[in-house]
């Protein structure tokens, strides 16, 4: 029996039922609900063997038909990668100009006919991780300005970025964002997100943390958000609002930190956006150097979004655009009170879905009132682990009519396997590290009920930099791990 967070007080979630209308593309979503992206891990990464690396597979088209079937107005990818030496982390999906390739086309054109069968709109996020590309994948990635991420964000060391020029922004940003969009379009799907949140490279034009640059790109918060604008204008040049395509962004409502964007500059880059015509801002908030996806005031855990009184704020500024708010909802009437309080149009959920893949079919037709309850609480790495491990179960066999959406993946909240999924998390954690130290990069999908098939979830590569610092940190972790696993 899955455990549920307990609901005092349900409420009706009929609301929730709304279809949402987008200003520019006139497309129409059947409800409130958006699957967040959720980097799916799924791909392969060989730097000496770029054909392999981010090609889609079927596991990626069997776990979207799942949550396309699910009930979502919307459903996200994870981020697709624009770069392929720009990557959010070895295992992304990437669309380039030198990768696009007919059998790749074909499985990007058969997730979004699957996904389309069930009435949901499939839109996929894409990236460019700038400053955050991992050094093993590039020691000098472009960036705003030439700001080095200095924390060991994941165990992970980030090299000294290169300030783009006025000419790089054209050809390195704006012709790949739109080269990628044009195959998506081109594969089927209904749109594209931009991913403009969590510190990436458009977060980090749009950030003053980052944004250092004296130029039109830089200083007020107009400037910051002209990449943007153009990246928008030069992606409608090639597929017209008249062909009923969907442009939105992923944005940070706030940044919790040093020069982090305030929520006053959130609002007016929100307007600049708005003003040109995207279709719909999903807000959320942090970096890698303060991520914010956990309660840190009484008050936000009263009210459950993460975000939401930040969000309100942005909505009230927005004139067309549809918004969405991602971040902390886990019951309906966290949900029902955030639309009806006029904080957010549409609801984003991502953690709690990779086990409950049909959460808002359940929730409307009134079977539960809550999420699955995570035994990981808000911990951001340690459900991100198991939210992988989900998505690759439910990946590994196509979708069914015939049986349950979440058949073969494992219920984090039954203790048996919890204590399981633990003792393999542990393991590949000591893996990851010994690699490490051994200055090897060991990354993927903790091999728990993966159906014999754990290996081919693994990335291996050689060649990692890294620093005494973070050598000496690994060591004494390590310990506490191999400690950890005598105790369990
Ligand atoms: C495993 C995992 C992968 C994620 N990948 C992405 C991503 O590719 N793009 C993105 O914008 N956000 C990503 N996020 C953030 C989620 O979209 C979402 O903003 C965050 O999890 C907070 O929502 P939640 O509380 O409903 O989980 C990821 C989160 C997790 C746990």
């Given at each position: 029996m899955v455990k549920r967070i307990v609901v005092e007080n349900p409420v009706d979630p009929k609301i929730l039922g709304d279809a949402l209308t987008f200003p520019t593309s006139k497309k129409v979503a059947k409800n409130r609900f958006m699957k967040a992206p959720l980097s799916e891990n799924l791909a392969k990464w060989d730097p000496t063997?770029?054909?392999?690396?981010?090609?889609?597979?079927?596991?990626?088209?069997?776990?979207?038909?799942?949550?396309?079937?699910?009930?979502?107005?919307?459903?996200?990818?994870?981020?697709?990668m624009v770069d392929q030496m720009h990557l959010e982390s070895p295992g992304n999906t990437i669309i380039t100009k030198e990768l696009d390739l007919p059998h790749r086309r074909e499985i990007w054109k058969n997730l979004a006919s699957k996904a389309k069968q069930h009435g949901t709109l499939i839109v996929a996020q894409i990236s460019h991780a700038g400053r955050q590309t991992a050094l093993i994948v590039n020691q000098h990635p472009f960036s705003s300005s030439d700001v080095q991420?200095?924390?060991?964000?994941?165990?992970?060391?980030?090299?000294?970025?290169?300030?783009?020029?006025?000419?790089?922004?054209?050809?390195?940003?704006?012709?790949?964002?739109?080269?990628?969009?044009?195959?998506?379009?081109?594969?089927?799907?209904?749109?594209?997100?931009?991913?403009?949140?969590?510190?990436?490279?458009?977060?980090?034009?749009?950030?003053?943390?980052?944004?250092?640059?004296?130029?039109?790109?830089?200083g007020s918060p107009q400037n910051r958000a002209r990449i943007v604008t153009e990246i928008y204008e030069a992606i409608r040049k090639?597929?017209?609002?008249?062909?009923?395509?969907?442009?939105?962004?992923?944005?940070?409502?706030?940044?919790?930190?040093?020069?982090?964007?305030?929520?006053?500059?959130?609002?007016?880059?929100?307007?600049?956006?708005?003003n040109v015509g995207f279709d719909f801002i999903e807000l959320s908030g942090g970096t890698y150097e303060e991520?914010?996806?956990?309660?840190?005031?009484?008050?936000?855990?009263?009210?459950?979004?993460?975000?939401?009184?930040?969000?309100?704020?942005?909505?009230?500024?927005?004139?067309?655009?549809?918004?969405?708010?991602?971040?902390?909802?886990?019951?309906v009437p966290g949900m029902v009170k955030a639309v009806e309080c006029k904080g957010t149009d549409g609801i984003g959920l991502g953690r709690p879905i990779t086990q409950d893949m049909d959460f808002p079919i359940k929730i409307l037709n009134g079977t539960v009132q809550s999420a699955v309850e995570s035994p990981f609480g808000d911990d951001l790495a340690s459900n991100g682990l198991a939210c992988n491990c989900q998505m690759a179960q439910a990946g590994l066999f196509?979708?069914?009519?015939?049986?349950?959406?979440?058949?073969?993946?494992?219920?984090?909240?039954?203790?048996?396997?919890?204590?399981?999924?633990?003792?393999?998390?542990?393991?590949?954690?000591?893996?990851?590290?010994?690699?490490?130290?051994?200055?090897?990069?060991?990354?993927?999908?903790?091999?728990?009920?993966?159906?014999?098939?754990?290996?081919?979830?693994?990335?291996?590569?050689?060649?990692?930099?890294?620093?005494?610092?973070?050598?000496t940190a690994l060591c004494a972790f390590l310990v506490f791990l191999k400690f950890q696993s005598y105790m369990c």
């Open positions: 063997n770029p054909a392999i690396s981010g090609a889609a597979s079927n596991l990626h088209v069997n776990l979207y038909e799942k949550w396309a079937a699910g009930g979502f107005g919307i459903v996200l990818t994870g981020n697709i991420l200095k924390r060991d964000a994941y165990g992970r060391e980030y090299g000294v970025p290169i300030a783009l020029t006025e000419e790089q922004i054209k050809t390195e940003i704006i012709e790949k964002f739109v080269y990628t969009s044009k195959v998506l379009y081109e594969c089927g799907f209904d749109g594209v997100e931009l991913h403009g949140a969590h510190g990436y490279l458009i977060a980090q034009f749009l950030s003053r943390t980052t944004n250092k640059r004296t130029d039109k790109y830089g090639e597929i017209p609002e008249s062909t009923g395509f969907i442009v939105g962004i992923k944005l940070n409502s706030v940044e919790f930190q040093r020069e982090g964007l305030t929520n006053e500059e959130a609002i007016q880059i929100a307007k600049e956006i708005d991520m914010g996806f956990s309660h840190k005031k009484k008050s936000t855990i009263a009210r459950e979004a993460f975000f939401l009184e930040f969000a309100e704020k942005i909505k009230l500024a927005i004139k067309s655009a549809v918004v969405y708010l991602t971040g902390g909802f886990r019951t196509p979708y069914s009519p015939d049986k349950p959406l979440t058949d073969g993946v494992m219920d984090i909240t039954d203790e048996k396997t919890l204590k399981e999924f633990k003792r393999a998390q542990n393991e590949f954690m000591q893996n990851i590290i010994r690699k490490m130290i051994g200055k090897q990069f060991y990354h993927g999908i903790v091999p728990y009920r993966l159906n014999g098939q754990g290996k081919d979830f693994v990335i291996e590569a050689d060649g990692l930099e890294i620093s005494l610092l973070l050598r």
